[in-house]
Every structure is written in structure tokens, then in C-alpha cells.
């Protein structure tokens, strides 16, 4: 059984910079592609950023290129975001999740097509 578990959120004026840390339980890591997304209060939860299982291949959401960065460490089991020049609109709880491995690497915004889930981190950006 695999199991996310994120870290680094808190509270961050704007402009400033945090990186999230999300690490994996089990043996399996590297086998995995992952993403990381959002949900700010009253939405939907949204793509944020997603990584291959090699690192290879990362893709960003719009609202985030040039400010965000997903990047992965297989040895040590974790991926991280690293997120600079924070906006209020960055507000959310933001969640990693574990791509099915069965599926091609294609719909990675999509959060249907990942299987497993951590219980997020709060990341509030005042004004």
C-alpha cells in the first residue's frame, strides 16, 4: 500500500516562496508518475503541476508556469513543488496524488486518473 503524505505548507506573504514536500511510502516509488493540485475555498480542486516517473517530463498549469516547479527525488521517495512569487489566488489546500500506473501519461490534469491521495497541506498567501 502506498501512501502520500505532503508537507511545507503555511502562511506566506505575497511574493514569498515555499516548497512543498511530498513522500511516499513504500517500495515502488520510482515506478510512479505524480502530481500535485489544489483546492482554494468554494472551488473545485484544479491541476497544479505534474512529474514522470523519471523526471523526464513535467507539465504546469497555466496559473503557474514561471512561478512554480515540480521536480522528484526517486531515492529518497519524494516530489516536491516548489512554489516562488506567491499570489492571495494561490491560496489551497494543495494535495499530491500518485498516477495510475496502468494509464499512459497523457491526462495528467485530469484527477480522476490518480489512485491514491495524501490529506493536503494549507498554503495561505496574505496580501
Not at 514561471?66 to 494543495?94: C, H, W
Request: with cysteine; proline share 4%.
Amino acid at each position: 500500500q502506498v501512501q502520500p503524505v505532503e508537507s511545507g505548507g503555511g502562511l506566506v506573504q505575497a511574493g514569498g516562496s515555499l516548497r512543498l514536500s511530498c513522500i511516499v511510502s513504500g517500495r515502488t516509488f520510482s515506478i510512479y508518475a505524480m502530481g500535485w493540485f489544489r483546492q482554494g475555498p468554494r472551488k473545485e480542486r484544479e491541476f497544479v503541476a505534474a512529474i514522470s516517473w523519471n523526471g523526464a517530463d513535467t507539465y504546469h498549469a497555466d496559473s503557474v508556469k514561471g512561478r512554480f516547479t515540480i521536480s522528484r527525488e526517486n531515492n529518497k521517495n519524494t516530489v516536491y513543488l516548489q512554489m516562488n512569487y506567491l499570489k492571495p489566488e494561490d491560496t489551497a489546500v494543495y494535495y499530491c496524488g500518485i498516477y495510475g500506473p496502468t494509464y499512459p501519461f497523457n491526462q495528467y490534469s485530469n484527477y480522476a486518473m490518480y489512485e491514491h491521495w495524501g490529506q493536503g497541506t494549507q498554503v495561505t498567501v496574505s496580501s
